[in-house]
């Protein structure tokens, strides 16, 4: 069965710090690996990766895929309350895209 | 660019009736538009897959005759709740995805109709 996997669930973190969003995958016919930020509504997107070991950046974001060990991760550097948000991975498959359980992250002053 | 609109953001109804969301791609066509379910807490779940001018293809364990979809053009996706149950009450989101973009995975949100059934 397809799945995709975050880790953590939660995270509580003080700003400034450095955090680091787990996704894992198990996914037939992979075709991509996307990022989203989720605040009180719909997702909006921040990455997609195609190919292993090419960090992708925006800002105080990043984000690189490993396609041998199937999994990704999203680093936020200097976080800011602004960060706080429900953080999603998606994979593609052929057209539809495999969601995580997302991870929440609470940023406090 | 890449906007995508739901109308409506929220509504209510009472149980028995149909409810229909409707879900637009503004700045682009797209020939794919994805309806979500979403409950507290837990991630996008897939109900179905909008395809411009032909049948929707439908999750396993997505009713087709309880949520209909209709995908008439390029920009516009419907889907209707019929006779809504309170088990229905969810965040229903859509997605499109560009027929143009080189990114083809990537999938641009609306931003989601809260259904409340009484």
């Known amino acids: 069965e397809d799945k995709v996997v975050q880790s953590p669930l939660s995270l509580v973190v003080h700003e400034g710090d450095t955090v680091t969003l787990n996704c894992s995958y198990e996914?037939?016919?992979?075709?991509?690996l996307l990022w989203y930020k989720q605040e009180k509504k719909a997702p909006t997107f921040l990455f997609m990766l195609?190919?292993?070991?090419i960090e992708k950046k925006s800002g105080r974001l990043s984000s690189i895929l490993d396609k041998k060990e199937l999994f990704s991760i999203l680093n936020i550097t200097a976080t800011q309350t602004g960060d706080s948000a429900v953080y999603l991975c998606?994979?593609?498959?052929?057209?539809?895209?495999?969601f995580g359980q997302g991870t929440e992250l609470s940023v406090k002053p | 660019g890449a906007v995508v609109s739901q109308h409506p953001s929220r509504v209510i109804c009472k149980s028995g009736t149909s409810v229909k969301i409707e879900c637009r791609s503004l700045?682009?066509?797209?020939?794919?538009m994805f309806w979500y379910r979403q409950f507290p807490k837990k991630s996008l779940m897939l109900m179905a897959t909008?395809?411009?001018?032909?049948?929707?293809?439908?999750e396993q364990g997505v009713e087709k005759d309880k949520f209909l979809i209709n995908h008439a053009s390029l920009t516009l996706s419907t889907l209707t709740v019929t006779s809504a149950h309170p088990e229905d009450s969810s965040f229903y989101i859509c997605?499109?995805?560009?027929?143009?973009?080189?990114?083809?995975?990537?999938?641009?949100f609306g931003p989601g109709t809260r259904l409340l059934v009484l």
């Open positions: 909008s395809n411009e001018g032909s049948k929707a293809t439908y």
């Open positions: 700045d682009f066509q797209a020939t794919t």
């Open positions: 996914v037939t016919n992979f075709r991509s």
């Open positions: 998606a994979v593609g498959q052929g057209g539809k895209l495999i």
């Open positions: 997605s499109a995805r560009s027929s143009q973009t080189s990114g083809r995975e990537t999938q641009y």
């Open positions: 195609t190919s292993s070991g």
